[in-house]
């Protein structure tokens, strides 16, 4: 994405979150994390005839792990029968386009219906291991204990294949990272776990305040970064939801790519090779790390991913609901002998390079301000009422 393009879509959800009385002071990254729950995405098994025993059986444990059943990932999934079909169906037109595999059931990944794209973002035969990767993979599961530590966001690098821009890629995002952490301020006012345990009488008068956090995860202003090959065969259903969400990406492939991971594994439109330079990063620094003063998920710019995650648990913050949903990872010891920090870990198939500080903190107590802002607020209020009714009288 161009920054140009990427600050007209900032300014354009600011202007539109203009009409709330009251701005939110929680940074975009948490408040995500927090409140947006996480779009659907859709899966479509395409078969002639019913499926056999074996796909059966494939298809009924992926319906179990969607939130339409008892599972939570944020896809839901649904099977085509061609021979109940019309011959002249969307379905038989993309089954004849993408099947490969005889009369083998194809599986279809779309993106969710909130972006308006019916076109197929990844396609191959229902199998074990093509089901899984769908729902779940090593760098997800980074990049959720990544949010669930605290980070504003994750710069996954989708490395071109050439040393030289890759490596240019990774040095800039590194030393932006590390200037962003020490000159960007957290927003003034947001309510912390903290504040409300130091609070006498209770909170219950700020009802539904969208200012105080929901969990106790530290609140700072900290990234890292992963990379990952672009031909990378156990990711290539992720890498594929990251590659579609501009209609241009395939004009690329020879240049790395850098997407912002964050909220509940929300992104935002990539830098690509010479854009990922200080001020895009910059750019987009400051949007996930700025107020969410629009608090509309869809005013906001980006999309949301596919995880298979129970994020009301992590909201928690506990380690142990964290090594329960993320164990540990194969092939991390190896990794952490070559990262530059003793304390970066990655999963087998990625890479992390660089896991920044944790530099800017949340000042020590907002509430008593927000209180008296909002007592204010009730002041002015109650004599403005007072004047307009003294205008009424006769």
């Known amino acids: 994405m161009k920054p140009k ?3 007209i879509l900032i300014v354009a959800s600011l202007c539109l979150s203009s009409l709330a009385a009251i701005a939110c002071q929680v940074p975009v990254f948490r408040y995500a994390f927090e409140r947006w729950e996480n779009d659907d995405y859709r899966a479509i098994v395409v078969s002639k005839g019913p499926l056999s025993e ?25 099977v085509v029968d061609l021979d109940a079909a019309a011959d002249d169906s969307m379905w038989q037109t993309l089954y004849k386009k993408h099947q490969k595999n005889g009369d083998d059931p194809l599986l279809l990944l779309f993106y969710p219906k909130s972006t308006r794209n019916d ?3 990844w396609t191959g035969p229902l199998t074990r291991t093509h089901a899984k990767n769908m729902i779940d993979s090593p760098l997800r599961q980074q990049l959720v204990k990544n949010i669930a ?14 040393p030289v821009k ?8 590194v030393l ?8 960007l301020p957290l927003p003034d006012g947001v309510i912390t776990q903290k504040d409300i345990e130091r609070a006498s009488g209770g909170l219950d008068h700020l009802g539904a305040d969208p200012n105080i956090l929901r969990s106790a995860i530290p609140l700072k202003i900290a990234f890292t970064n992963i990379s990952v090959a672009i031909d990378d065969p156990t990711e290539e259903i992720f890498l594929s939801m990251l590659l579609h969400i501009e209609d241009d990406l395939d004009q690329f492939k020879t240049e790395p790519k850098l997407f912002p991971i964050f909220g509940r594994t929300r992104t935002l439109e990539p830098l690509i090779g010479k854009g990922i330079e200080t001020e895009n990063i910059w750019a987009m620094s400051e949007y996930i790390c700025g107020a969410c003063s629009c608090e509309v998920k869809r005013q906001n710019p980006g999309i949301d991913l596919l995880s298979n995650v129970e994020w009301y648990d992590l909201l928690e913050g506990s380690e142990i609901v964290l090594d329960k ?5 194969t092939g991390s010891s190896d990794l952490l002998k070559k990262a530059a920090s003793p304390s970066s870990a990655g999963p087998a198939t990625a890479t992390v390079d660089t896991q920044t500080t944790f530099s800017s903190d949340t000042q020590p107590s907002r509430l008593g301000r927000n209180i008296a802002l909002a007592g204010a607020g009730i002041v002015l209020f109650l004599v403005a009422a007072t004047v307009m009714m003294r205008r009424k009288e006769p």
């Open 5 to 7: 393009q990427f600050r």
């Open 54 to 78: 074996k796909h059966q059986t494939i298809y009924s444990n992926l319906e179990k792990m969607t939130r339409a059943d008892d599972g939570v990932a944020n896809v839901y999934i649904d």
């Open 119 to 121: 076109t197929p973002i």
């Open 149 to 162: 530590l605290g980070y504003s966001a994750t710069w996954l690098i989708i490395e071109s294949g050439d």
């Open 166 to 173: 890759d490596a240019a890629a990774k040095l800039k995002v």
């Open 176 to 183: 932006t990272s590390r200037e962003v952490e020490k000159e």
């Open 325 to 329: 949903l993320l164990p540990e990872l």
